[in-house]
């Protein structure tokens, strides 16, 4: 890993460095990936210093231009695996839910969108041979709905499921929640993520799982009406390819949740369309609906995936946690 602090970089002074930190742009790594013009939005500069800005990161941080094949085969390599703990849908995600990509949850209310979130922040932690990435997690809270005490529920199940004794505390410990307040502050949350992945990259619990639940309520509720949907969709964009980064940086899974479009803006259309439309649907590289069937059963399809077939896997969200 490249420890190269950005000021290293030709054509950052002092204060193009404070200004690029204060956009979330802390390392050479996150320099590398970005594109010229949002690099020149931030930091004030001119498109083409950007760019010689970002050559010169890619240079040192080995990330940039084409990658051939056998490259690319390695990084996927390093691909993990975090198992949901429910034999079908980890089949249905060819044996777990895929770190250095984005998977996308959408249902309405009370598919078990939350619980899902809950249930990886916990399994994320175990051990790799118990389906987990031996992580820490990160989680955005736009709505509220963490709870410690469900956490705790969950991690009794495993405790049974692998008769061992597991603590809950040691599990609440290793997540890390913050509330995003607007938009703009879930948009800001993602440079504290990636300031606090950095700190705890060498502990032996790195940042393997990010959630952000829910990735569009917000954007949703601030922006309505038809004239600022374009806007709302490129902040969005933008967001994502935030979040994007991070999963890559990091060799991270990223969850994120999505509702339906419910009955009142349905006029037209399918009320179980994902808000946010196009842009988030070709982020997402994973994308689940989520639907109700009887009592606590949820069914899961799987309706995007970039090398997965289609399919729909049956789960249980039982007070123990999520189950066949
Ligand atoms: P929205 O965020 O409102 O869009 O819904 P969601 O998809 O996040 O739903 P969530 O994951 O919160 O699922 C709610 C459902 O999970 C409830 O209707 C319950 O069936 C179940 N559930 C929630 N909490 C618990 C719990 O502590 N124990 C058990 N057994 N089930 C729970
Ligand atoms: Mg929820």
Request: aromatic share 6%.
């Amino acid at each position: 890993m490249n420890e190269m602090s950005i000021e290293e970089l030709p054509g950052i002074g002092p204060a193009t460095a404070e200004k690029l930190r204060d956009a979330g742009f802390n390392s050479v790594e996150a320099i590398a990936v970005a594109s010229p013009a949002e690099l020149a939005g931030t930091a004030e500069i001119g498109e083409s210093t950007a760019s010689k800005i970002i050559m010169a990161a890619r240079r040192s941080a080995d990330v940039g231009g084409f990658e051939t094949g056998d490259a690319i085969l390695e990084r996927r390599k390093e691909v993990g695996r975090l198992s949901m703990g429910c034999t079908e849908v980890d089949r249905m995600m060819g044996g777990g839910f895929e770190t250095q990509a984005i998977t996308e949850v959408y249902g309405e209310f009370g598919s078990g969108k939350t619980q899902i979130a809950h249930q990886l922040a916990v399994n994320a932690q175990l051990p790799v041979d118990k389906g987990g990435l031996n992580g820490s997690v990160i989680l955005i809270d736009t709505e509220n709905t963490f709870r410690p005490d469900r956490i705790a529920q969950m991690v009794k199940g495993l405790s049974n499921r692998y008769e061992t004794e597991y603590e809950p505390e040691e599990f609440l410990k290793n997540i890390h929640v913050a509330r995003a307040y607007n938009s703009n502050h879930q948009i800001l949350l993602m440079e504290s993520a990636s300031e606090l992945a950095d700190s705890l990259r060498d502990t032996g619990k790195p940042v393997r799982l990010l959630i952000v639940d829910s990735l569009t309520a917000h954007f949703r509720a601030e922006y309505v009406g038809r004239g600022t949907l374009a806007d709302r969709q490129q902040k969005l964009n933008k967001h994502l390819h935030n979040i994007m980064r991070f999963a890559d940086l990091n060799n991270a899974m990223v969850f994120v949740t999505n509702q339906v479009m419910s009955k009142p803006d349905a006029f037209f259309g399918d009320p179980t369309k994902p808000i946010g439309g196009h842009i988030l649907g070709h982020t997402s590289t994973f994308r689940i609906y989520l639907r109700k069937s009887k009592g606590d059963k949820r069914v899961a399809k799987l309706v995007d995936s970039p090398n997965l077939p289609d399919g729909e896997a049956l789960f249980s969200v039982t007070p123990e946690g999520l189950v066949d």
